[in-house]
């Protein structure tokens, strides 16, 4: 035969507390999307920026292809010819989940680089993203 000990804490206010917090959780739907948007709002400053997650520049664009963009009359910003990355940004929330992805399939040549292309990255949480998503979560519980 087994040992077995139980525990029972009867204290009314952490009951209170913690049944506070439970209903808070409820609300985590619409927690989860306020930190998917402002991931969305990050990355689509970051493109204003031209940097990456963690805030550091993009490799400023080589000489001919500020030639090249000039006599196509494109913007010269980087990764902003047409603005169909940048304005690729989505965002899918669950209870589980927040996922920020692209769909623009050139991302991943940027995000990673190849031959011809310098390695910029757009996906990812810089730690003043982590910070701020953290602080979303507590304000979460805490209310």
């Keep these: 035969m087994g040992t077995s000990i ?3 804490y009867d ?7 913690l049944d506070k917090v439970l209903s808070n959780l ?10 998917g948007d402002y991931l969305v ?7 204003e920026n031209e940097v990456d997650p963690s ?3 993009w490799k400023p664009l080589s000489p001919a292809t500020i030639e090249r963009k000039r006599r196509e009359g494109s913007s010269l ?5 047409t603005g169909k990355m940048k304005n690729s940004v989505y965002v899918t929330v669950n209870r589980a989940s927040v996922v920020v992805g692209y769909s ?12 011809r292309t310098p390695k ?5 949480i810089g730690e003043k993203d982590r910070q701020a998503v953290a602080d979303i979560y507590a304000r979460l519980l805490t209310r």
Aim: glycine residues 6%; proline residues 2%; positive net charge.
């Design 11 to 17: 204290d009314k206010k952490t009951r209170v507390e």
């Design 104 to 115: 623009d399939p050139k991302v991943v040549y940027h995000q990673l680089g190849t031959d």
């Design 77 to 81: 910003k980087i990764l902003q010819r």
């Design 120 to 124: 910029r990255e757009v996906v990812g």
């Design 26 to 35: 409820k609300d985590i739907n619409s927690t989860n999307k306020k930190v």
């Design 55 to 57: 805030g550091r520049s």
């Design 6 to 8: 139980k525990l029972r």
């Design 41 to 47: 709002a990050r990355s689509r400053s970051n493109f």
